[in-house]
């Protein structure tokens, strides 16, 4: 009998782990709005990584788990074809609520600080040739029906390197045409000046005189937005990526893109042009140089590429 006991006992106490698991979880990210002031879309991402961890969690107890334990749970995210940008986000999310347990006294150590964010989850980004660039801003043409507001969004993406949320939260009070700058707000709220180009304020101007009074009209009053939807609401970052997406098929760059390629591409653009790392971290609004890092070796790999290609003992 002695052996049947903890046989009997054991699944009730995995699924005690597993639902302080959730529970730790969701202080965590309460303490993450709370404490920390993180933005709504990096909470979203973390609810939902903590949850995918909690699923493989269950039939284990999270205080017992060991570096070996959870290198298997990256195998198992790999297993459920996540692409390895995701898997090194859920490495952060994983040592994130980690430290939190650590900072409560509910762990003493962090098996999850071991887990090195592995060069096979990295990823260069994907970049538009400058040529693609153009013609992915002049898909949109007259028989769309909002095709200037269109144009002024790919505009924005492209001369600002701003997120999609951040293009999708501006406010007609962040824009300055005759300074050629906006305020972008991004994570944190953390507010930042970006230039704007010539070509990506003439875009601007002909959609605020041409076309946005009529997208107010139908909200039945003023609307603070800068870029608004068909019923005059604000444009949701889900339709920007849908819009970046269709225009992209209908230009013949690769479909694989999406407002992110936009903002690694004026990264590298810039970079490629000369301009100092420290001002594009800036206008990026990275809170490390070391993320922008990433694109200097996109640019150094395209270098390699074309050395290849052209030079004569390449």
């Given at each position: 009998?002695r052996?049947l006991?903890?046989?009997l006992?054991?699944p ?6 597993s639902?302080?698991a959730q ?8 303490y993450l709005?709370?404490?920390?002031h993180?933005?709504e ?10 949850a995918r ?8 107890a999270?205080?017992?788990?060991r570096?070996?334990d ?5 195998a ?5 074809k996540l692409a390895?940008?995701?898997i090194?986000?859920?490495?952060v ?9 650590q ?9 999850a600080e071991l887990?090195g964010t592995?060069k096979?989850?990295?990823r260069m980004p994907?970049?538009l ?7 992915l801003?002049?898909?949109p043409?007259?028989?769309?029906p909002?095709?200037?507001r269109d144009?002024?969004m790919?505009e924005?993406?492209?001369?600002t390197?701003?997120?999609a949320?951040?293009?999708?939260n501006l406010q ?6 005759d300074q050629r700058y906006c305020l972008?707000?991004g994570k944190g709220?953390k507010?930042?000046?970006?230039p704007?180009?010539d070509?990506a ?5 002909e959609?605020?005189h041409?076309e946005?009074?009529r997208?107010?009209?139908?909200a ?7 870029l608004?939807s ?10 920007i990526?849908?819009l970046?997406?269709?225009?992209a098929r209908r230009s013949?760059?690769p ?13 590298t653009?810039?970079l490629?042009?000369?301009v100092d790392?420290r001002h594009?971290?800036?206008m990026l609004g990275?809170a ?5 890092q ?9 270098l ?7 030079h004569p003992?390449g």
């Amino acid at each position: 009998m002695r052996r049947l006991k903890p046989k009997l006992v054991a699944p009730k106490l995995a699924a005690a782990g597993s639902a302080r698991a959730q529970q730790w979880s969701a202080a965590c990210l309460d303490y993450l709005r709370g404490e920390c002031h993180l933005a709504e879309n990096s909470l979203a991402a973390y609810r939902r990584d903590l949850a995918r961890f909690c699923q493989w969690l269950a039939g284990r107890a999270m205080d017992r788990l060991r570096v070996t334990d959870l290198s298997d749970y990256m195998a198992w995210l790999k297993e459920q074809k996540l692409a390895p940008p995701s898997i090194a986000r859920h490495i952060v999310s994983l040592k994130i609520l980690y430290r939190y347990l650590q900072l409560e006294g509910i762990v003493q150590e962090n098996p999850a600080e071991l887990l090195g964010t592995q060069k096979m989850w990295e990823r260069m980004p994907e970049v538009l040739t400058p040529g693609m660039v153009q013609k992915l801003l002049s898909a949109p043409q007259p028989y769309d029906p909002f095709f200037r507001r269109d144009r002024a969004m790919l505009e924005l993406l492209y001369a600002t390197g701003c997120r999609a949320s951040e293009v999708s939260n501006l406010q007609l009070r962040d824009l300055h045409l005759d300074q050629r700058y906006c305020l972008a707000h991004g994570k944190g709220n953390k507010q930042r000046m970006v230039p704007l180009g010539d070509a990506a304020a003439i875009a601007i101007e002909e959609y605020l005189h041409q076309e946005r009074g009529r997208l107010t009209q139908r909200a039945g009053g003023a609307a603070a937005w800068l870029l608004l939807s068909r019923g005059g609401r604000r444009l949701r970052r889900e339709a920007i990526w849908q819009l970046v997406k269709r225009y992209a098929r209908r230009s013949g760059v690769p479909e694989s893109i999406s407002p992110h390629t936009l903002r690694h591409s004026f990264a590298t653009h810039l970079l490629s042009g000369g301009v100092d790392l420290r001002h594009v971290q800036e206008m990026l609004g990275h809170a490390s140089i070391a993320t922008t890092q990433i694109y200097t070796h996109v640019d150094s790999s395209r270098l390699k590429k074309v050395h290849r290609q052209f030079h004569p003992r390449g």
